[in-house]
């Protein structure tokens, strides 16, 4: 049984659908601009021999891996409420929940799940609270290993090659 959407609900729904389009064109944006100028840093720091340069492009990998945590952890929240909003209009639907579920957060996805099925408000505020806060893949080990190799390599040209901090 389908049933209609009010005036309210189908605002949020709209708003939802807007705010996670906007979610993963953020987490682009963020991830070009951090490459950016992590690419700058360490063409500058080889032109002119700074191994402080080197670090400090190492860091900004981290940081944009931190920032993408963040991000990807509004979409868990955007996420759980477009499916408690499509589950309370069309219960029926299981399938439909589930697979949007999966395609957002495969990593989070069964906690996720308990989430929407939770009845009560508190047991969801206590799963949602006890997400993880971080989340496997590439979009988190590439960034934070090609950091890590980097301020390595900065404090190798430092240490050998008496490249300057500053």
Do not use: C
């Not at 309210?8 to 729904?13: A, K, T």
């Not at 064109?25 to 080889?46: C, D, P, S």
């Not at 957060?105 to 006890?130: C, E, S, Y």
């Amino acid at each position: 049984m389908v049933h209609q959407f009010d005036r309210f609900h189908e605002i949020e729904f709209e708003k939802l659908i807007d705010s996670l389009t906007e979610t993963e064109k953020l987490r682009i944006q963020v991830a070009t601009f951090f490459g950016t100028t992590n690419v700058i840093a360490l063409g500058i720091a080889f032109g002119t021999d700074s191994a402080a340069l080197i670090i400090v492009a190492g860091i900004m990998l981290w940081i944009a891996a931190h920032i993408d945590a963040v991000i990807r952890r509004k979409l868990v929240f955007v996420t759980i409420r477009i499916v408690d909003i499509q589950r309370q209009y069309s219960p029926d639907d299981k399938e439909t929940y589930d697979d949007f579920i999966e395609t957002v957060g495969r990593t989070v996805a069964p906690q996720m799940k308990l989430a929407v099925n939770a009845n009560d408000h508190r047991d969801r505020r206590k799963i949602l609270k006890n997400l993880p806060r971080s989340y496997r893949g590439t979009g988190l080990w590439l960034p934070l290993t090609v950091g890590a190799v980097q301020i390595v390599v900065g404090i190798i040209m430092h240490v050998f090659f008496e490249w300057p901090l500053m």
